[in-house]
């Protein structure tokens, strides 16, 4: 069943129903603007580059579906690829449950992209989808740590905080996204597992609580996350140096 349906097209899924509380006040996170272009916009592109994307489910701010596809319709997008708009919900795993219901049954591959990773490059995502193509039902970019890594047992904010262990940083990942599926695998896991709790933060944390295996292919470090107001300053001068690169 899984190699049949991961012969059909491939659809990306990407939740921007979210606010960006650690961003600072202001307009939902991906609707602010990288470059004059807002991010949301950013990680359209980014997903609509890929040649084997042909569908785009953008998961709208519960009341903003509306400015959404205006927002849609107003930049410039490849027109090979289709694009829809579906309302979000209070979570992030609610929103991209939202955007999976939405999907035609045609979708053998689904890629779930944040909206606040606007820089992803092609190379990343066509990598992901290689991958789940090739059989895998679960793939995650990722990259090795450049910090060492705590456990603590978390105190009281401000205080001092015991280190319960050192985990082995050659065995550590930073997970990043697109993380890219077999539609059915996905699904079921957004279907039947629980939304809170370890490993509910990202989607194939909700796969491997399945039994379901996941891989990590090579993520890159372009598509990190914008979280806090440091990664915009990133973001801009990431931009920046592209559009000088391109002549433009
Ligand atoms: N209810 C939610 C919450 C988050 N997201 C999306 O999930 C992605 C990753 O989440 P994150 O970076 O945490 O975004 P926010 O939730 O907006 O950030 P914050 O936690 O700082 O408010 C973002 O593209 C965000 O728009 C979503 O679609 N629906
Ligand atoms: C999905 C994710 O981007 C993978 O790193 C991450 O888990 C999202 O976390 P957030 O706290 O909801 O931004």
Not at 120 to 127: F, I
Not at 149 to 165: D, I, R, S, Y
Not at 225 to 238: F, G, M, N, S
């Amino acid at each position: 069943m899984s190699e049949q349906t991961r012969a059909g097209r491939t659809a990306a899924v990407i939740p921007a129903a979210g606010r960006g509380v650690r961003l600072g006040p202001g307009a939902p996170k991906a609707l602010r603007a990288l470059g004059g272009t807002p991010m949301l916009i950013h990680a359209v592109r980014a997903m609509a580059a890929s040649r084997a994307v042909s569908l785009v489910v953008v998961v709208a701010p519960q009341d903003g579906a509306p400015e959404v596809k205006n927002l849609l319709d107003a930049h410039s997008l490849p027109e090979r690829t289709d694009y829809l708009v579906v309302p979000g919900g209070d979570t992030r795993q609610q929103s991209v449950h939202a955007g999976l219901e939405a999907l035609p049954g045609t979708i053998g591959t689904v890629l779930v992209h944040d909206a606040a990773r606007p820089l992803v490059p092609v190379d990343t995502v066509d990598a992901v989808i290689a991958a789940v193509r090739d059989g895998a039902p679960a793939v995650v970019p990722a990259l090795s740590l450049a910090d060492t890594v705590k456990e603590v047992e978390p105190g009281e904010k401000g205080l001092p905080e015991p280190v319960v262990a050192t985990p082995e940083r050659a065995r550590l990942r930073a997970v990043q996204t697109p993380q890219g599926f077999d539609r059915d695998t996905l699904l079921r896991a957004h279907r039947t597992v629980a939304v809170s709790g370890d490993g509910a933060t990202d989607d194939a944390g909700m796969v491997e609580r399945l039994g379901t295996p996941v891989v990590v292919v090579p993520g890159h470090e372009e598509a990190f996350k914008v979280t806090r107001p440091i990664d915009l300053v990133l973001a801009e001068a990431v931009l920046a140096r592209r559009r000088a690169n391109d002549g433009f």
